[in-house]
């Protein structure tokens, strides 16, 4: 099987594909870079506990949010915004560092958009 993995991809899928038996092949597909990001404005939303929801798609997601503030403003972020994620990976990783998370249903980008929207529309 060829796996066309990202840069920063889990082992997960593919131990358990070869545990199953399978030969894979597991090529890097894309490079995850980190993006630009006002960080003096984020804080202020931060400190306003402005945003009610944050959407988080893969665990270098989590990884890189939390470095770009830093870690006091990662955690006060996610205590006052409920976090939504893509697949339970990430949900595991954000429950490793102690936030509960909603998955968003179905497990797409489109899923997620909608789950954030609902999430939001029932807040209001």
Excluded: K
């Excluded at 030969?23 to 939303?45: F, I, K, R, S």
């Amino acid at each position: 099987m060829l796996f066309a993995a990202g840069s920063r991809s889990l082992p997960t899928l593919r131990e358990g594909l070869t545990a199953a038996g399978v030969l894979v092949t597991q090529v890097e597909a894309y490079a995850t870079n980190t993006g630009m990001l006002d960080v003096p404005a984020c804080h202020d939303w931060v400190q306003r506990r402005a945003v009610g929801a944050i959407t988080f798609t893969s665990p270098s997601a989590v990884a890189e949010l939390d470095r770009a503030l830093g870690p006091e403003a990662f955690d006060r972020l996610l205590d006052s915004a409920t976090p939504i994620t893509l697949g339970t990976t990430t949900g595991r990783t954000l429950a490793s560092r102690g936030f509960a998370s909603v998955l968003a249903t179905p497990a797409t980008l489109t899923g997620m958009a909608h789950t954030t929207f609902r999430l939001i529309n029932t807040r209001a």
